[in-house]
């Protein structure tokens, strides 16, 4: 199995570099060569085993004998015993035929969690078996940078720098980066917006001179290994709730796109779903080109739901790759277009892709209400991001009959100022982080200049 860029020009790689690589050297992404297939009898085999067990029968075709078998069911078994639920992604039944898959059970209480445990993992046993060093550099309004830091935190050949906006983010957020001591790990706050932060990353990625020679790796979602490592818990909840006997659909709360493109490939794999909704936020390009064919950029909206707010869906490529027939030549040109101006899909791919997706888009005054909604009916408070999701499924599922998974993405106590607004008193954090407002930070405050970012990046890499 090899792994192949979504623009067609860059070459071909294993699974090894493809996960210490970030975005193709052609500007597209990668993916891998061949779909691999798992078989009815390969899905009936998985029913009643733990999660970290099916986490290895799915990516093993993936990793394609690059890591030794028991190697790799140990990386995975390690990445997923963080979490403080014994089925690591519970389903949590909320009406007739419509289920909550919790996937906030992790260090950071959001399903980032589910992929950078292991990413960090990965990078670690392929660094330490080249016997090489590697820094990590991203910049996160959020849930990203604490996903990364706590996927890393144990790395021995990583170091991982992190860059959020001073004073904007919230008090959780920055505490989850804050308030972890390892010595790898590195907070910086910018004396600017996310953008300056996001800017100063891009920069280092595109001349990485400043580290001598040192590897930089990137852990957004344009990695593969996150998108292979979210593939599982589609194959995990469709199987308990009866496949491959029986057909599921899944509702996916979506921003850049790599959540449901990672349910999609479940799909191509031989996983039985009937249906994708994709949920957005009033950020809804994702909506308005599945159901407009409007593929066209718009301001960034500052929403309730604040890990969907995007402009670009960057995962979104992998899709129209496939719907495209792989073809890259036509893929590059469409993204060019998009670059440049409002566009729209070709006929047949928009076809083909609107028999397996639907979309609805939420805006912030229903998020609330839904909030509200869903608690009186169920007990249950959902986050603003799984919020989208609730409302989204109920109203774009075409079939009642079929099992609905909505992807429940965050804790609800992540995201209290949207709980608060809907007029609740506040949500407790879990028991074993109640004490995170109390725990000692550490990071250091800079200006928003390169020079000066880098090099404090250079100085304390170890
Ligand atoms: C990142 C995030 C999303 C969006 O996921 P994508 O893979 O970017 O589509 C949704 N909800 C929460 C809570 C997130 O952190």
């Given at each position: 199995?090899?792994?192949?860029?979504?623009?067609?020009?860059?070459?071909?790689?294993?699974?090894?570099?493809?996960?210490?690589?970030?975005?193709?050297?052609?500007?597209?992404?990668?993916?891998?060569?061949?779909?691999?297939?798992?078989?009815?009898?390969?899905?009936?085999?998985?029913a009643?085993?733990?999660?970290a067990?099916?986490?290895?029968?799915?990516?093993?075709?993936?990793?394609?004998?690059e890591?030794?078998?028991?190697?790799?069911?140990?990386?995975?078994?390690?990445?997923?015993?963080?979490?403080?639920?014994?089925?690591?992604?519970?389903?949590?039944?909320?009406?007739?035929?419509?289920?909550?898959?919790?996937?906030?059970?992790?260090?950071?209480?959001?399903?980032?969690?589910?992929?950078?445990?292991?990413?960090?993992?990965?990078?670690?046993?392929?660094?330490?078996?080249?016997?090489?060093?590697?820094?990590?550099?991203?910049?996160?309004?959020?849930?990203?940078?604490?996903?990364?830091?706590?996927?890393?935190?144990?790395?021995?050949?990583?170091?991982?720098?992190?860059?959020?906006?001073?004073?904007?983010?919230?008090?959780?957020?920055?505490?989850?980066?804050?308030?972890?001591?390892?010595?790898?790990?590195?907070?910086?706050?910018?004396?600017?917006?996310?953008?300056?932060?996001?800017?100063?990353?891009?920069?280092?990625f595109?001349?990485?001179?400043?580290?001598?020679?040192?590897?930089?790796?990137?852990?957004?979602?344009?990695?593969?290994?996150?998108?292979?490592?979210?593939?599982?818990?589609?194959?995990?909840?469709?199987?308990?709730?009866?496949?491959?006997?029986?057909?599921?659909?899944?509702?996916?709360p979506?921003?850049?796109?790599?959540?449901?493109?990672?349910?999609?490939?479940?799909?191509?794999?031989?996983?039985?779903?009937?249906?994708?909704?994709?949920?957005?936020?009033?950020?809804?390009?994702?909506?308005?080109?599945l159901?407009?064919?409007?593929?066209?950029k718009?301001?960034?909206?500052?929403?309730?739901?604040?890990?969907?707010?995007?402009?670009?869906?960057?995962?979104?490529?992998?899709?129209?790759?496939?719907a495209?027939?792989?073809?890259?030549?036509?893929?590059?040109?469409?993204?060019?277009?998009?670059?440049?101006?409002?566009?729209?899909?070709?006929?047949?791919?928009?076809?083909?892709?609107?028999?397996?997706?639907?979309?609805?888009?939420?805006?912030?005054?229903?998020?609330?209400?839904v909030?509200?909604?869903?608690?009186?009916?169920?007990?249950?408070?959902?986050?603003?991001?799984?919020?989208?999701?609730?409302?989204?499924?109920?109203?774009?599922?075409?079939?009642?009959?079929?099992?609905?998974?909505?992807?429940?993405?965050?804790?609800?106590?992540?995201?209290?100022?949207?709980?608060?607004?809907?007029?609740?008193?506040?949500?407790?954090?879990?028991?074993?982080?109640?004490?995170?407002?109390?725990?000692?930070?550490?990071?250091?405050?800079?200006?928003?200049?390169?020079?000066?970012?880098?090099?404090?990046?250079?100085?304390?890499?170890?």
């Amino acid at each position: 199995m090899r792994y192949i860029s979504t623009r067609g020009q860059a070459p071909a790689l294993s699974f090894e570099d493809v996960v210490l690589t970030g975005m193709a050297s052609d500007g597209g992404l990668y993916v891998p060569e061949q779909i691999p297939q798992l078989s009815h009898d390969d899905l009936a085999a998985m029913a009643g085993l733990s999660y970290a067990e099916i986490a290895f029968r799915v990516m093993k075709p993936f990793v394609n004998g690059e890591i030794d078998d028991e190697t790799f069911r140990g990386l995975v078994h390690d990445a997923y015993a963080t979490f403080s639920h014994e089925a690591v992604v519970p389903l949590n039944q909320l009406d007739a035929n419509h289920f909550l898959l919790e996937l906030f059970h992790g260090p950071t209480l959001a399903f980032k969690d589910v992929a950078l445990q292991l990413l960090g993992r990965l990078l670690d046993h392929f660094l330490k078996k080249r016997g090489e060093r590697a820094v990590i550099m991203g910049a996160t309004s959020g849930d990203t940078g604490s996903a990364a830091i706590e996927g890393c935190r144990h790395c021995d050949n990583l170091d991982i720098f992190i860059l959020h906006p001073h004073n904007r983010v919230s008090e959780v957020q920055r505490r989850q980066m804050t308030s972890v001591l390892a010595d790898n790990v590195f907070n910086i706050a910018i004396e600017g917006n996310f953008d300056d932060a996001q800017a100063m990353v891009k920069a280092s990625f595109a001349d990485q001179s400043f580290l001598n020679g040192t590897r930089l790796v990137a852990v957004n979602s344009i990695n593969w290994a996150r998108i292979m490592a979210q593939i599982v818990y589609y194959v995990a909840s469709a199987v308990a709730l009866g496949a491959p006997h029986r057909q599921v659909s899944f509702c996916v709360p979506s921003a850049n796109f790599g959540n449901v493109f990672a349910g999609y490939m479940a799909s191509r794999m031989g996983l039985p779903v009937k249906q994708f909704v994709i949920a957005t936020n009033a950020n809804d390009i994702l909506h308005r080109t599945l159901a407009a064919n409007d593929f066209s950029k718009q301001e960034l909206k500052a929403t309730l739901a604040p890990s969907m707010d995007i402009v670009v869906s960057s995962n979104f490529e992998r899709l129209l790759f496939e719907a495209y027939g792989r073809d890259g030549q036509a893929v590059s040109e469409l993204l060019e277009r998009f670059q440049a101006e409002p566009t729209a899909l070709a006929e047949a791919p928009l076809a083909a892709l609107r028999e397996l997706f639907a979309s609805h888009s939420v805006d912030d005054a229903t998020i609330l209400e839904v909030i509200r909604e869903a608690h009186h009916r169920t007990k249950e408070l959902l986050d603003p991001h799984t919020a989208t999701g609730y409302r989204a499924a109920e109203r774009a599922r075409t079939d009642a009959s079929t099992p609905m998974i909505t992807l429940a993405t965050a804790h609800p106590a992540k995201f209290a100022e949207a709980v608060v607004k809907a007029g609740f008193p506040g949500v407790p954090l879990p028991p074993h982080m109640d004490d995170l407002l109390e725990r000692e930070e550490r990071f250091s405050v800079l200006p928003a200049e390169l020079d000066k970012v880098q090099q404090y990046v250079a100085d304390r890499r170890r």
